[in-house]
């Protein structure tokens, strides 16, 4: 059975940083490719980062430059580093995979920012 959990969010001031992780058990191997997802309260889930199976990775035009999607195989994490964090990241922060047709989230973390 597939599961991902999420850990490290937290209150962080404006101009700071947060690293989240997300642990991936169920899946054999390491052809996946991963993702993580923010929903802010009364807006849709958006896509924030990617990561393919071999390391390939893409943002959202508002976290480029600030934000670091990584996957370490060996330990089956995927990490997103956010530095310079601004109240507008502020958002339940989800990692997510597709194997087949199906889709598979984590719980979710939340990620507020505020002075």
């Known amino acids: 059975q597939v599961q991902l959990v999420e850990s490290g969010g937290g209150l962080v001031q404006p101009g700071g940083s947060l690293r989240l992780s997300c642990a991936v058990s169920g899946i054999i191997g390491r052809n996946y490719a991963m993702g993580w997802y923010r929903q802010a309260p009364g807006k849709q889930r958006e896509l924030v980062a990617t990561?393919?199976?071999?390391?390939?990775?893409d943002y959202a035009d508002s976290v480029k430059g600030r934000f670091t999607i990584s996957r370490d195989n060996a330990e089956k994490t995927v990490y997103l580093k956010m530095n310079d964090l601004r109240p507008e990241d502020t958002a339940v922060y989800y990692c997510?995979?597709?194997?087949?047709?199906?889709?598979?989230w984590g719980q979710g973390t939340q990620v507020t920012v505020s002075s």
């Open positions: 997510n995979t597709k194997l087949a047709t199906r889709n598979y």
């Open positions: 990561i393919s199976s071999r390391g390939s990775t």
